[in-house]
Structures are given as C-alpha cells and as structure tokens.
C-alpha cells in the first residue's frame, strides 16, 4: 500500500523529468509501450529497462521510483507461478513454459515500471491541462484525474486504518484463508466509508466553486511546450527505432505491415 | 520511577526518502501524564507508532516494558500500549457500538464473560451505554470520539496514547477529554498526548516535550516549558494566552511563579494589588 501511495503522490521536484510537458510524457510512453506488445524478443526488453533505468538514475528521484516498484515484486512472483502452471501443465519440469512466463512477466513489470515513470514525475493538475489540451471535455478529463489524484489518499487511509486495526490485535496474517478473508472486514468497511464520505465532500466543493459553469477553462500557468521536451521525445524515438532495428532487424512502428 | 517505554537513538525515514526521526532519546516513566507537542510535521505520530510496534526503529532501539519492539508483535504490543487515533473513522467498522468495543478484546481472546463486563463498564464510564445497540456512524463527532477512547480502554492498556485528540473538537469536549485524562491518572495509567494545541496542555500534565522536525527540542514541566518562548518559537509554535499575560507584564513575582490557570493568574494579580479574592 506504502508503494502505491508512493507512485501516485505527486512531490514537486525540480528534475528533468518532473519539468517535462505531460503530453510530451504521455506521448513517449505510448512510443515505449507499442514495441512492448510487437515483439517478444528478451533482448529488446533488456535494452528498454535499461533505458528506463537510464532515465530512473539521470532524471528522476530513483528511490522513490525503486520503492513504489518494489510493492509489485510479490505479485509479479504471485503472476510468474500462474502463468508457470497454465504454459507448463501437464509437465511441470518445462524450461520452454519457464522461458515464455518469464518473457510475459518482464512484459508486464516493463509496463507498470513506465507507468510508475509517468505518474511519479507527472504533476496530476498538468495532466488535467494536457487532456483538456488534447480536446477531452474538461469534467471528464477532470474525473480522470480526480479517480487517479485520490489513489494515494485513499492508500493513506487504508494504511491509517491497518494500523487502527492492529493497534486493536488484529493479526491478518493469522488463520487460513476464509479466516484471513474475513479479517479483511475491519479495513475495508471503514475504507469504504471513509471513501464514500470523501466524494459527498469533493462534490460539494465542486459545486460551491461552480465547477462545470461554463464549457471553457483557463488554467493559471499554461502548459506549453519548450525545447527539452522535444529533445526528450526525439532521442525516445530514436533509442527506441535503433535498439529495435538493431536486434529485430526491422522498425517497430512498421511491423504490422 | 519505573520506565514503561526508553526510546535510544531511534531514526526513522519514511520510504519515500522523508526523513521523520533523528536520534530521539526518551524515557516514560509509570503513571506520569506526559504531552508531546510540535507542529505539524515534527515526527510526533511517526514516534508513537514506534510505541506499540507498528513501526520499528531502522536505527536505535525502542523498548516497551523491557520488551525490545523489534522482538515483539503489534497485537502483544498493543496490549501494553493503547493507541487512540486521531480519525475515529479510521476503526469504525462494526455494526453496533457495543461491537465496536468488543473487537479489541475478542481479538486478544478474552472470555465472553469478561468481554461483556469490560464493554458493559467502559461504556457506562463514557456515557455510551445508552448508544450500545446504536451505529458507530450514527453517533456525534464527540460521542465518536470517547468511543474510540473506549474501544481502547476496554482492553486495560497500562499505557493510553492519544493522538491528536483535540482535533475537531469544542471547548466542552476539550474539558470532558481533560477529565477522561485525570480518570485514567487516578487508574494509575499513564498517559501520553499527542498535539499541536498547545492551550489544552497547559493543565493536567506532569511533563512536556516539544519536537520539530524529527528532532526533540526540549522537554520539561509545563511551567518550565510553556513559559519558553524562544524553545516554543523553535518549534513553530506559540506562548498559550495564558502565559503571553504574564509575558507582558514582565512582573517578577508573576514570572517568578509562572501561573499556567486563570485561578493561578488571577489570585497572583490580586495578591499584587493586595486585594483578597
């Protein structure tokens, strides 16, 4: 949960990364993930993380990145042992199915580590912007934002409420699995609650500050886009076209042809 | 005095690189009513929640009745050290408050016969026992409150820690809080509250200490400390109107005595104007 909060508590840091436009951000990760479902080569996956540990070091607060990965470690193990059994089933002991479930979890740890990327160095309000920018109605733009915007505070109340409860003697890691199952109740019940309370209060306030008066908005620092960002965005495209070319022998937006 | 809880050399850093602790040395003593006051952000719940284990130290070391946190779980913990949280909403779950206060004992396994008799009492002693079959949610902000007192000490912790307590609440409440806190005093508890609201520590503790940015600034009785305007500006926090009058006057004999009650102020004002209350 700790992890969770992290990825999408926005801290204002004056880095590289944090200070490039969200559009231009957006648009790179939309050029890093379309080769990640072109192709299935391991080769490329390693020249992609190790761009994106490139930029975690260079542009970004890689502690923190490091940390809100972490969180997905277990679930990743968690996900490797499934996909194990379904590729390996009816002989366990198969190094091609070992092979292939590892090819599909380091796919899908190279999506969630992009995604931590952009959403821990991307300033949640600028993104509003960029999509009202990019044509999509303010309110719905805005509700994109705001569901994104409260994941780490209803992270904190689930970790206020985890600690409450076990102040109280509840041990979740005690008890088999209905036991455990049902031992969920005392955290997600006031969570829930806390939850349902919040959106009555964020409505209000939207309402009270005439939210949605008028179809047009101004924005108090507008986004615009500057040298660096199309720096950033050429030098992706580029990596990205001769790591490609390199290992695949071909261009990965062109492969579909 | 007995040292219920020695905290040495603690440090704590958030995951996300913040760091809320650095080097706090602290003894509580049995029974003593104990305030830890600071601004918001000064590490004052990063270091309770070292009390009962929900954290442990990364540097230092935090014992609790001799027990070393690191070596122990939350639930035997929290059996010693009560925390009261700041968000009732934070541990509301059940259906009924009488539930609600039942939880804690049912999950350190108590008898149903004991567990009827300490909800039946805490919940007389809070004037709650009218509310048991009534909805946590349906209850007052103030009834919500002593009911999260309640759930806690209905399992006879010997420490109580409250956090924030007076947050959200009015002058009654704040009184009513008060008693509640000499009540558990004369149980021999001991106490410690959590707060920046520096006007409802100036009666009923026996010792204040004052962090600001991870670090403990100082520490004293009430009298030595809320008279300390440089060590309180330190802490970003102010003199309480009580001693600010006495400040003013910069009369030696009210300074010398440094009344921290309207009673204490007022017969010293009259003691100097030689009128007899």
């Known amino acids: 949960m700790e992890s969770l909060y992290e990825m999408f508590i926005f801290r204002k840091e004056d880095r590289f990364l944090n200070n490039i436009d969200p559009r231009v951000k957006f648009l790179t990760l939309i050029i890093l993930m379309t080769p990640v479902f072109l192709t299935l080569n391991p080769l490329f996956y390693i020249a992609l993380f190790m761009f994106l540990l490139f930029q975690t070091f260079m542009f970004a607060n890689s502690r923190r990145i490091f940390f809100s990965l972490k969180g997905i470690v277990k679930l990743l193990a968690m996900f490797f042992i499934v996909i194990y059994i379904f590729n390996a089933y009816p002989n366990f002991l198969n190094l091609e199915a070992a092979y292939l479930s590892f090819i599909s979890i380091f796919r899908f740890f190279l999506l969630v580590y992009m995604f931590t990327l952009f959403f821990t160095t991307t300033y949640i309000d600028d993104l509003a912007q960029a999509l009202y920018k990019l044509k999509i109605p303010y309110p719905i733009a805005y509700a994109l934002v705001l569901s994104v915007r409260f994941v780490p505070t209803v992270a904190k109340d689930i970790i206020h409420i985890y600690d409450a409860q076990r102040s109280r003697g509840l041990e979740l890691d005690r008890g088999g699995f209905f036991e455990r199952l049902r031992k969920m109740l005392p955290i997600l019940i006031p969570a829930f609650v806390i939850s349902i309370l919040r959106v009555n209060f964020v409505a209000e306030a939207l309402e009270t500050r005439a939210f949605g008066f008028s179809p047009k908005r101004t924005f108090m620092t507008e986004l615009k886009l500057r040298k660096h960002d199309i720096v950033y965005i050429f030098l992706t495209f580029t990596y990205i076209l001769v790591t490609h070319n390199l290992i695949e022998g071909k261009i990965p937006f062109l492969t579909w042809m | 005095m007995e040292t219920v809880i020695e905290v040495r050399s603690l440090f704590y850093t958030y995951p996300g690189g913040i760091v809320a602790l650095k080097n706090i040395n602290l003894d509580v003593y049995r029974g003593e009513k104990l305030a830890i006051l600071g601004s918001n952000g000064a590490g004052k ?40 949280f700041q968000n009732p909403y934070h541990q509301f779950f059940s259906e009924k408050v009488w539930d609600e206060v039942a939880f804690a004992l049912k999950n350190f396994g108590y008898s149903e016969e004991t567990i009827r008799y300490r909800v039946t009492k805490v919940l007389r002693l809070f004037d709650l026992y009218d509310y048991a079959d009534k909805s946590p949610f349906e209850l007052s902000s103030g009834e919500m409150r002593r009911l999260a007192i309640a759930s806690v000490l209905a399992y006879d912790p010997e420490v109580v820690v409250l956090d924030e307590p007076t947050v959200g609440q009015d002058r009654i409440q704040k009184e009513k809080l008060r008693e509640y806190i000499k009540l558990l005093s004369l149980q021999n508890k001991t106490v410690i509250l959590v707060t920046h609201d520096i006007e409802f520590v100036t009666e009923g503790f026996d010792r204040i200490v004052v962090m600001s940015n991870g670090t403990i600034l100082g520490e004293g009785s009430p009298k030595e400390v809320l008279y300390d305007e440089e060590l309180l500006e330190k802490a970003n926090l102010m003199l309480p109107q009580i001693s600010k009058i006495p400040m003013r006057t910069n009369n030696s004999i009210i300074l010398e005595k440094r009344p921290l009650t309207d009673d204490e102020l007022l017969s010293l004002i009259l003691g100097i104007l030689g009128v007899r209350k």
Request: proline fraction near 2%.
């Open chain 2, 45 to 84: 719940s990063t270091l309770i929640k070292h009390f009962n284990g929900l954290l442990k130290p990364q540097k230092g070391c935090v014992k609790v009745f001799g027990i070393d946190t690191r070596k122990a779980s939350v639930a035997e913990l929290s059996k010693k050290v009560g925390i009261v």
